[in-house]
């Protein structure tokens, strides 16, 4: 089980180097990001909504008191609370309210309303509307034969400093990871033109003066791939030197068979040896044009049926018995 989820994980990670280093950097920052955002939001925000809905709930009942007492004039005291709590309330006398609620679940200001309200109201005697107005909250609450009617300000049950929160704890993760995408880059180009490098050399086509950069252990990599390179570079012109002084060296016999060659009475000895000298001189020919520095060998296709039956047919011989699959096609030199 251990062995499958290790190969899920290899498969949903990314393959090419650069991600992979800029998921190590970037899932840190993000996981301390959510860590702080959810211990502001559970620590400082909702417990600080939570106090001032409260609180605001206690001044509510406040004025229901102060206005059942009779001992102040209803109107001077709408009035003061309006100055200087900023509650704008009127009573609507022989009304009933029967709006339907907007609950809205996933909202922490709805939630925390509603909540505060059921246990210092009581269920059913209460309405709110947070969303028909963009700065104020409508809130009816059931009393003797009407209800009052409250237009409170919405900064009254929320903290502004969630939008400032969200603000400078984004622009700094954001300012970080492109920082660390910037020093990322310069950090693995070195070892993408190494890999460029060793890939053009193995391929056996021409590298380009390498010049190790980066950090040190990438530097000293570049150094030893380079170095390997000089050696193998030695190696095969050594090898190309020997073949071409080889295939130089038996031109001169093939040569002399040949002339040897044209005295033979026997024409058809003379033509199927001469055939043999041919290849070989073919073969030399290209020994030659392999040991050059411009020359690649290709692969070709070619019939391999046919290759075997022109041999057998050389050679004429009757004890060669032959039963080949017509035209078998493969790629070789």
Same mark, same amino acid.
């Given at each position: ?100 609620? #907007?609950? =809205? ?8 309303? &509603?909540? $505060?309200?059921? /246990?210092? *109201?009581?269920? +059913? ?101 380079? #170095?390997? =390179? ?8 050594? &090898?190309? $030197?020997?073949? /071409?002084? *080889?295939?130089? +060296? ?84």
């Amino acid at each position: 089980m251990s062995y499958g989820l290790s190969r899920l994980i290899k498969k949903l990670l990314p393959h090419r180097l650069f991600y992979r280093a800029l998921l190590i950097v970037a899932v840190p920052i993000i996981v301390l990001q959510l860590v702080i955002t959810i211990v502001f939001f559970d620590s400082l925000w909702i417990k600080t909504n939570k106090g001032m809905t409260r609180a605001l709930v206690g001044e509510m009942k406040t004025f229901i008191v102060a206005y059942d007492n009779g001992k102040y004039n209803n109107n001077d005291l709408s009035g003061l609370f309006s100055i200087y709590l900023d509650l704008n309330v009127d009573y609507k006398k022989d009304e009933f309210f029967s709006k339907p609620q #907007k609950n =809205r679940w996933f909202s922490p200001i709805d939630r925390t309303l &509603r909540r $505060e309200l059921k /246990s210092n *109201i009581g269920i +059913d005697k209460y309405w709110f509307d947070t969303t028909s107005y963009k700065s104020l909250i409508h809130i009816n609450i059931k009393h003797n034969d009407g209800y009052f009617e409250f237009f409170i300000p919405k900064d009254r049950v929320t903290s502004t400093s969630a939008r400032m929160f969200a603000l400078w704890i984004t622009l700094p993760a954001l300012l970080m990871i492109t920082i660390a995408i910037i020093f990322l880059k310069n950090q693995t180009r070195p070892i993408v033109n190494l890999a460029k490098a060793a890939q053009k050399f193995g391929r056996g086509e021409d590298v380009d003066e390498y010049r190790p950069s980066g950090a040190m252990e990438i530097r000293q990599a570049g150094l030893e791939f380079d #170095k390997m =390179r000089k050696r193998i570079m030695r190696h095969l012109n050594q &090898r190309s $030197e020997m073949l /071409s002084g *080889i295939s130089h +060296d038996l031109r001169t016999p093939l040569t002399r068979l040949k002339l040897q060659l044209s005295f033979i009475k026997d024409k058809d000895l003379s033509k199927k040896m001469s055939l043999d000298i041919d290849e070989m001189e073919k073969m030399l020919n290209e020994y030659l044009q392999f040991t050059s520095s411009t020359y690649l060998e290709k692969d070709e296709t070619f019939d391999i049926s046919e290759l075997i039956e022109n041999i057998i047919d050389k050679y004429n011989n009757k004890n060669i018995s032959k039963k080949l699959i017509p035209r078998v096609y493969i790629s070789g030199r």
